[in-house]
Structure formats: structure tokens, C-alpha cells
């Protein structure tokens, strides 16, 4: 079991263990290490660090840049850019992996690392194993230094990149989009990318001071892009968390489209022009309106655990192309390797484009069910599984429900919280289970 490693790389508070630059120092290092025992051939492996907005991202750069040098490994920087920029980069130079310096949506006073394999995806538990052995032991200077570089046309790379990922052909002349950048990693590359197709875009969230990643802005906290589209008479509007991995749109009358409704648009042009779509993976949080609508259209659906590793894992297993999650965090694998924010927007905007009807008429075709989350602290998540009242709470809250519903408790992979998900035909009794199964979870002081 790793020590370091969550299900989505490693975050925290800064200058608490493990967020200290000694300890991305350490890692910098480690992660050398194991690169340089898998090199085949005589050249130093190459490593490319970019990263998000955060002021704390300069000092962790530094740390893990000299940690990889001192491992004998190249470091390539990009500054900053999005997490699905890293993934790709790290294809196109051929590098031996990306780290990205990001904590996603989680305020500027967290931050985290991502890494990245040499095909463009999340390092194997066996990999993350390796690392973290390697941190136990002392370091040690390699006998030939690594060599740091900037590499300049990375944003231009990337830029393209995403406009490749449409028919060539595809445009967005003629409609009008309200971008929401985080005043994160998308700040630069997103509207570039948009107007690049033809849109006329008006952005916000597009001016980092190292402070404000995610601070009333971006696709957890969606008010602020609700307000523009319906200032400026957007067609539609487009909202990215801090490192550019997930998106969220609003349409024109100002509501907010989650993760679960871009993929079902997604899913239902995909079904009508690809004739190898097979299916969509959502997980254990997906709306049940959404796997229903699924249904409706003959669309496959598999849920799986929650966290972008385990959807992918899913998608892989049955040859798919398309899942994700409700937090709008989609993986469209015909054109990337991970969870990229700026091509799931383009690919729903393909349908929204293809349909020639408004976002506002075409989300109509899922009705999503009422859905309840409260995060309740929790220091012991393993214990959740064994606890008396709270496992007679759950199976009280499962009765109510019955079969129009369904009930979730799951320890969040990245906070110390467990996340308390009810959902069902009624609004009301929903909210009135959730609210009791969250406090049987506190009361137990787990």
C-alpha cells in the first residue's frame, strides 16, 4: 500500500509533510531513480515539470528540478500549463515521464504533484511502489548531472493539439462563449484555442496572481460564469478547475451542465456518427437520470470507482473511448490519454454544433434525479466499513429509499472526508436521508 501516493498523485496543505520542499527534493530524486534504472540506451532520461498558477509552484519547481538532476535525469519545463498538456507533451518529446505541480481544484494554499508515464497516462501502483522506496533511502549525487531546458513551443504544440482533436472542418464561427479559466492552468491556452476555431469568446478567471486559482471562480464555483453568459448573451459558457483536467458549461439562460450531461451529449452524437462507439463509463457517483437516458438511447453503461484511474481502467478493459465523472472530469480516449478539460468541451460542442440547436434544448434528453453529497470530516476512513451505528445507519437509509434511490458512503481518495451521496425521485426525502446519514457518520467520530 502506498504511503504518499492517493488515487490521484500526492496533495496537501504547504509546509505540511508530505507539501515541503524538502520532501519534492527527495522525490525529484526518487522519481530519477527509478527512471534511470528502466533507460534503455545511453541518453539521460527526460523529465518535464509544468505546472498550475499557485505561488507555492515556483518553489516546489525548483525542488524537484534540482532532485532530478541530481538523479542524472533531463528536466524539460514548461511552466505553467494544464495537467492534460503535460500528458501530451510528454508523448510528443518522447519524454520518460511529466510531473505536474498542481493541487486541481483545491484553494491556492494546497498543492500536490501528478505524474505522468511516457505514453501520456498516471503512473501503475508498481511504479508509485518503486518511488516510494526509493524516498527511504539517502540520497545520492549521480556521477553526470541532468541538464535543465525550457521548451518554448510547448503552449503552441498543445494548442494545436487540442484543435486536432475535432473533424478537420469543424468550426465555431457564429457562436458565442463565455470562458471561466480558474485564473488557473487554462488562463492562456483556452481562450487561444476557442478563438482559434472561430468563436467569439469573452473570458474571466483569466488573470492569476498566484492567490486567486479557484477563488470564486472555475468549474467548482460556477455563480460567477452564470452571471457573464447571462451579462454578455452567451450562447453558452465554459468553465475550467484550476489545472485544466475538468470542465463544467452553463447555457444561455444561465444553468449549469455537469459532468453526467456533457457526456451524455458526447455520447449521443458519438452514437450517431461513430459506428465504434460502444459504450460510456461513469462511476459510483454518476446520476442515475444519466445511466436511465443511456438506456433509452441502447447505450451501454458501466460505473466504476470513483477517480479517473479507475474509470480509464473501465474503458480500457471493454475497448471503449468515452467515460468520466459527474465533477466533470471526461476522458475522451479517440483523442487523449487522460481527463482533459478543453477537449471534452470541444467534443461537446461537436454536438452542440452538429444538432444546430440550442445547449438549452439539447440537455433536455437526460433528466437528471435529485442528488445529495455532504462531505463529513473523517480522520479513521477505514473504520467506516465496521462501524455499528453508521453500517445500521446506511441500511436504515437504504430501506427509506427502497428501490428509488441509492445511497453512497465513500472516503474521499484525496481530503479527509467521507463523502455521504444520497439520490432519488424526491428532492425532499433525499435531502432528509442525506442529512441523517451524514450526521450518524459524525456522531461516530471516525
Same mark, same amino acid.
Given at each position: 500500500?502506498q504511503?504518499y501516493f492517493?488515487?490521484d498523485?500526492i496533495?496537501?496543505l ?6 515541503t520542499p524538502e520532501?519534492?527534493l527527495?522525490?525529484g530524486?526518487?522519481v530519477?531513480?527509478v527512471?534511470?534504472k528502466?533507460?534503455?540506451g545511453g541518453?539521460?532520461?527526460m523529465?518535464?515539470?509544468g505546472?498550475?498558477?499557485?505561488i ?8 524537484l528540478?534540482?532532485g532530478?538532476?541530481?538523479a ?8 505553467p ?10 508523448r510528443t518529446f518522447?519524454a520518460?515521464?511529466g510531473?505536474v ?9 494546497d498543492?500536490?504533484i ?7 497516462t498516471?503512473l501503475?501502483?508498481?511504479?508509485e511502489?518503486a518511488?516510494e ?8 549525487t549521480a556521477q ?9 513551443d ?6 494545436e493539439?487540442?484543435k ?5 472542418g469543424?468550426?465555431?464561427e457564429?457562436?458565442n462563449?463565455?470562458?471561466?479559466c480558474a485564473?488557473g492552468?487554462?488562463?492562456s491556452?483556452?481562450?487561444k ?5 472561430g468563436?467569439?469568446v469573452?473570458s474571466?478567471?483569466?488573470?492569476? $496572481?498566484?492567490l486567486?486559482?479557484n =477563488?470564486?471562480c472555475g468549474s467548482t464555483? +460556477? ?5 457573464h *453568459?447571462l451579462e @454578455?448573451?452567451a450562447?453558452l459558457g465554459v ?7 475538468r470542465?463544467?458549461f452553463v ?15 458526447i455520447?449521443?452524437y458519438k452514437?450517431?456518427?461513430n ?7 461513469g462511476t459510483?457517483m454518476?446520476?442515475?437520470g444519466?445511466?436511465v437516458?443511456l ?5 451501454p453503461f458501466?460505473r466504476?470507482n470513483v477517480g479517473?484511474r479507475?474509470v ?7 475497448d ?13 480516449r479517440?483523442?487523449?490519454?487522460t481527463?482533459?478539460?478543453i477537449?471534452a468541451?470541444?467534443?461537446?460542442l461537436?454536438?452542440?454544433?452538429s444538432? $444546430?440547436?440550442?445547449?438549452?434544448i =439539447? ?5 437528471k +434525479?435529485?442528488?445529495v453529497?455532504i462531505? *463529513?470530516?473523517? @480522520?479513521d476512513?477505514?473504520a467506516?466499513n465496521?462501524?455499528d451505528?453508521v453500517k445500521?445507519?446506511?441500511a ?6 427502497g428501490?428509488a434511490g441509492?445511497v453512497l ?12 451521496m444520497?439520490?432519488?425521485k424526491d428532492?425532499?426525502?433525499?435531502q432528509?436521508?442525506a442529512e441523517?446519514l ?9
Amino acid at each position: 500500500m502506498q504511503k504518499y501516493f492517493g488515487t490521484d498523485g500526492i496533495r496537501g496543505l504547504v509546509g505540511e509533510a508530505p507539501i515541503t520542499p524538502e520532501f519534492f527534493l527527495k522525490l525529484g530524486w526518487a522519481v530519477g531513480r527509478v527512471l534511470a534504472k528502466n533507460k534503455v540506451g545511453g541518453a539521460p532520461a527526460m523529465v518535464i515539470i509544468g505546472k498550475d498558477t499557485r505561488i507555492s509552484g515556483y518553489m516546489f519547481e525548483a525542488a524537484l528540478e534540482s532532485g532530478l538532476i541530481a538523479a542524472g535525469v533531463d528536466v524539460g519545463l514548461v511552466g505553467p500549463m494544464p495537467t492534460p498538456a503535460i500528458a501530451y507533451l510528454t508523448r510528443t518529446f518522447q519524454a520518460a515521464a511529466g510531473i505536474v505541480i498542481s493541487a486541481s481544484h483545491n484553494p491556492y494554499t494546497d498543492n500536490g504533484i501528478k505524474l505522468f508515464g511516457s505514453q501520456g497516462t498516471k503512473l501503475g501502483d508498481e511504479v508509485e511502489l518503486a518511488i516510494e522506496a526509493e524516498l527511504e533511502k539517502p540520497m545520492q549525487t549521480a556521477q553526470k548531472l541532468g541538464k535543465a531546458r525550457r521548451l518554448e513551443d510547448a503552449e503552441g504544440r498543445y494548442i494545436e493539439f487540442c484543435k486536432g482533436s475535432v473533424p478537420w472542418g469543424f468550426n465555431l464561427e457564429g457562436l458565442n462563449i463565455a470562458l471561466d479559466c480558474a485564473n488557473g492552468a487554462t488562463y492562456s491556452v483556452a481562450p487561444k484555442v476557442f478563438r482559434e476555431l472561430g468563436a467569439n469568446v469573452t473570458s474571466i478567471g483569466i488573470a492569476p $496572481d498566484g492567490l486567486n486559482i479557484n =477563488l470564486d471562480c472555475g468549474s467548482t464555483k +460556477m455563480k460567477a460564469l452564470q452571471r457573464h *453568459v447571462l451579462e @454578455t448573451h452567451a450562447d453558452l459558457g465554459v468553465a475550467f478547475d484550476g489545472d485544466g483536467d475538468r470542465v463544467m458549461f452553463v447555457d444561455d439562460q444561465g444553468e449549469v451542465l455537469d459532468g453526467d450531461q456533457l457526456l451524455y451529449l458526447i455520447a449521443t452524437y458519438k452514437s450517431q456518427h461513430n459506428d465504434d462507439f460502444k459504450g460510456v463509463v461513469g462511476t459510483l457517483m454518476s446520476n442515475f437520470g444519466f445511466e436511465v437516458a443511456l438506456k433509452k438511447l441502447d447505450i451501454p453503461f458501466i460505473r466504476a470507482n470513483v477517480g479517473d484511474r479507475y474509470v480509464i481502467e473501465e474503458m480500457n478493459k471493454n475497448d471503449w473511448t468515452l467515460g468520466g465523472e459527474s465533477s466533470g472530469h471526461i476522458v475522451c480516449r479517440c483523442a487523449t490519454t487522460t481527463g482533459d478539460g478543453i477537449i471534452a468541451a470541444l467534443q461537446a460542442l461537436l454536438a452542440v454544433k452538429s444538432s $444546430d440547436k440550442p445547449l438549452g434544448i =439539447l440537455k433536455q434528453g437526460m433528466q437528471k +434525479m435529485p442528488q445529495v453529497m455532504i462531505n *463529513v470530516p473523517c @480522520t479513521d476512513k477505514a473504520a467506516l466499513n465496521t462501524n455499528d451505528s453508521v453500517k445500521a445507519a446506511l441500511a436504515h437509509a437504504e430501506l427509506e429509499l427502497g428501490d428509488a434511490g441509492r445511497v453512497l458512503l465513500r472516503p474521499s481518495g484525496t481530503e479527509p472526508v467521507v463523502r455521504v451521496m444520497v439520490e432519488g425521485k424526491d428532492q425532499q426525502q433525499v435531502q432528509t436521508v442525506a442529512e441523517q446519514l451524514a450526521a450518524a457518520v459524525e456522531e461516530a467520530r471516525l
